[in-house]
């Protein structure tokens, strides 16, 4: 045995036993006392800025539009049979809800036709086919495109997005496809649309 190697084991006994008992607390430790350094020397927070439309974009009012909450379940009692005796009983229900009408609404400005078409096309694909039209729900699902400008003065955009509708074989999922003109003044154009 080497001379101080006793005094070397007893001093790794001790480091060993206080320092690794002790460091999960020291690390937490630490990471509290950081945090709260971050937290006083952080820059303020961003600010942010929304846009402000001096005009008010739509000034119309929709007297007969339907109401936007969903309709209640409709539920009738339907026999069951209890398994053993095969005799029936009424208790459990059978629910249904009324389909609700939904509408798709694809707001865009006319230098995004090109992306639009794109993706319009894509729905072509199986992976990215947009409904099934074995399940009654298209019937009740509008599909709206809406551009910022008036499709009068884009005539071609409006052509080549049902253009890519028929290409794509989607026009069965919806029960209608609309075009509408937004007609956004220079004043309340808050998008890039030439």
Same mark, same amino acid.
């Given at each position: 045995?080497?001379?101080?190697?006793? /005094?070397?084991?007893?001093? !790794? *006994?001790?480091?060993?036993?206080?320092?690794?008992?002790?460091?999960? !607390?020291? *690390?937490?430790?630490?990471? @509290?006392?950081? %945090?709260?350094?971050? /937290?006083?020397?952080?820059? %303020?927070?961003? @600010?942010?800025?929304?846009?402000?439309? %001096?005009?008010?974009?739509?000034?119309?009012?929709?007297?007969?539009a339907k109401s936007s909450g969903l309709h209640a379940p409709v539920c009738t009692p339907s026999p069951s049979s209890d398994g053993v005796s095969g005799e029936s009983s009424s208790s459990s229900l059978s629910c249904s809800r009324p389909a609700t009408d939904l509408a798709i609404v694809v707001p865009f400005i006319p230098r995004q036709a090109d992306k639009l078409e794109r993706s319009i096309r894509l729905w072509a694909l199986t992976d990215y086919f947009p409904c099934d039209t074995s399940l009654p729900h298209h019937k009740h699902v509008d599909l709206i495109f809406q551009l910022t400008n008036d499709f009068e003065d884009f005539p071609e955009v409006k052509t080549r997005l049902e253009a890519a509708l028929q290409l794509a074989n989607v026009v069965g999922c919806f029960r209608a496809v609309r075009y509408l003109s937004m007609r956004l003044t220079k004043e309340q154009d808050q998008y890039t649309s030439t």
């Open positions: 045995e080497f001379p101080g190697s006793s /005094l070397h084991e007893e001093g !790794m *006994a001790h480091f060993k036993s206080g320092f690794f008992r002790r460091w999960p !607390m020291l *690390a937490l430790s630490g990471v @509290v006392i950081l %945090t709260l350094l971050a /937290l006083c020397f952080a820059p %303020t927070r961003p @600010v942010w800025r929304h846009a402000k439309f %001096t005009l008010p974009l739509c000034d119309k009012k929709f007297p007969n």
